[in-house]
DNA sequence: ACTACGGTTGAATCCTGAA
DNA sequence: GTTCAGGATTCAACCGTAG
């Protein structure tokens, strides 16, 4: 392994990814770029703009680095909406099966159209599994009800409770966690609390900075 | 008009749809066959198989004519599963905009892997407006919870309530629906209680007879 | 335990005005 | 004409608190 566990590295993805061995993730669970060029406009508080929103020309590439490390039988957990879902599903599926679409049902709902469109309420997750991988725990449903979390982080944040029941549902302890766009670090975080070892990206310097200091708060109360 | 209104025909959608006028469906609401050879082995009961079930060459030439056929900012739904989604999506988007995906709730969850997978327990609905037409009421979420009916009609039955709903969301009294599938009959008896028009094709004679008897049972306890 | 009510919020879309 | 950036806007769901 060229690479560090535990680390949260400041750098495009699809270069980073290549210092990572062949299938040697054991679980992959991202918040990948919507390709909407999203910007909130939630209220007083602007947040920093999606870096390679406005197009998905990195997919392709970023698709097979990521069947190159990630295990044969291991899961996959993939973020995305239903405005190009087409798109992320066809291509992830040239190289893994899209078992299931789970859906995110938060406790609220969206802004957008308010008369001609039903209100978001959701997100997709794209879960791949070649079958052979057994998922920890009971028998449950493909939608998920999780809470929203304060959103004063980052954009588009996703709650540590809801990564951390993936974890839960696919890896123990001491295993490989990969999230190429970790954001708000709920990934790394989630991991982090469930005792796995994570590798992480995240090109915007800003979110680095804001993930390393909720990483160690963790390591202060934990230990 | 070559075609006669509330009339179910017994024939196939794609020939028989070419008998409707140019622009005059004000709904379509349609259960399509999803493609995967699907047949129920729900307790004792066993369903007839779907009929063109086992692949979707029908599909660009369905679009095509739905295309034909249904007003310009008229409503569409189209009930889908996660298999395929990517496929219908991107057939429907070549001719009308999908704006949502609407998600509809069960009560309770199906089969499928017990232990590599998460339980299914909804099915999409691709919902397509150019934006112009409004819905109906207030400003509904798009997950829509609907409990399932009895599974000894039909192997895919739809709820008539759910079928009502978005009767009532999208269209208005005399207006013309079209369903090209129309199964178990949800969507005609739906569109009969609520006072609006139905053009509806099956293939299979033993539904036909069915949907009859459903509508038959209507008239005599409306009037 | 239950209801009532106030406070808060949203991976968006439309519209307007400027370039 | 066209594109683009930014500002205004919805109401249903949920939570916490109080009665």
């Not at 978001?120 to 009800?145: A, H, Q, W």
């Not at 999780?146 to 295993?175: C, G, W």
Request: glycine share 4%; aromatic share 10%; net charge neutral.
């Amino acid at each position: 392994m060229q690479i560090e566990l535990n680390t949260v590295y400041n750098e495009d993805c699809v270069d980073g990814m290549k210092r990572i061995e062949d299938k040697s993730v054991d679980l992959l669970l991202t918040d990948v770029p919507y390709g909407m060029e999203f910007q909130s406009n939630y209220r007083n508080v602007k947040h920093i703009k999606i870096q390679n929103d406005n197009n998905l020309d990195w997919l392709p590439r970023w698709m097979k680095e990521i069947d190159r490390v990630v295990k044969e039988d291991a899961h996959l957990y993939i973020f995305c909406s239903h405005h190009n879902i087409e798109i992320f599903k066809s291509e992830i599926q040239k190289y893994r099966k899209v078992k299931n679409i789970l859906i995110w049902e938060k406790n609220n709902t969206g802004m957008g159209d308010l008369y001609g469109d039903y209100a978001p309420k959701y997100e997709f997750v794209l879960f791949c599994s070649n079958g052979k991988k057994k998922l920890n725990g009971g028998r449950d449903s493909n939608i998920i009800k999780a809470n929203r979390t304060q959103n004063d982080l980052h954009a588009t944040e996703k709650p540590v409770d809801l990564m951390e029941y993936f974890i839960e549902k696919s890896s123990v302890e001491d295993d490989i966690i990969l999230d190429p766009f970790a954001g708000s670090g709920a990934t790394p975080i989630g991991a982090k609390n469930k005792r796995r070892n994570y590798i992480a990206f995240e090109i915007e310097e800003t979110h680095c900075n804001t993930i390393n200091k909720r990483l160690k708060h963790i390591q202060a109360s934990l230990f």
